[in-house]
């Protein structure tokens, strides 16, 4: 069974950094795809960021382009997501998720297998 677990979720001031993690365990290949999603009250969950596991490919929601950056250090099985630049647009909870079988790398949530808890992240103004 594959788990998701997410942590580095916080408040902070706008124009202000945050660093999310996602540490993956149980058994993967390194064909799968990794992708961040943010949930705001109110909405529709979204696509952030999304990684190749060999990182060869990486796609960004336009609103975090230049911002933010996908990585994946193998050796820690684990997938980051850099945050920079923060707005208080930013604030929601952010999920990590894995597609185990993946055709493209995919902005549609329902194309992944697993997912974290989430994480809160909160940036004030």
């Known amino acids: 069974q594959v788990q998701l677990v997410e942590s580095g979720g916080g408040l902070v001031q706008a124009g202000g950094s945050l660093r999310l993690s996602c540490a993956v365990s149980?058994?993967?290949?390194?064909?799968?795809?990794m992708g961040w999603f943010r949930q705001a009250p109110g909405k529709e969950r979204e696509f952030v960021a999304a990684?190749?596991?060999?990182?060869?490919?990486?796609y960004y929601a336009d609103s975090v382009k230049g911002r933010f950056t996908i990585s994946r250090d193998n050796a820690k099985t684990a997938v980051y997501l850099q945050m920079n630049s923060l707005k208080p647009e930013d604030t929601a909870v952010y999920y990590c998720?894995?597609?185990?079988?993946?055709?493209?790398?995919?902005?549609?949530?329902?194309?992944?297998?697993?997912w974290g808890q989430g994480t809160q992240v909160t940036v004030t103004s």
């Open positions: 998720a894995l597609d185990v079988r993946p055709i493209m790398v995919t902005t549609n949530p329902r194309e992944y297998d697993y």
């Open positions: 149980g058994r993967t290949s390194s064909s799968i795809a």
């Open positions: 990684t190749t596991w060999s990182g060869s490919i990486t």
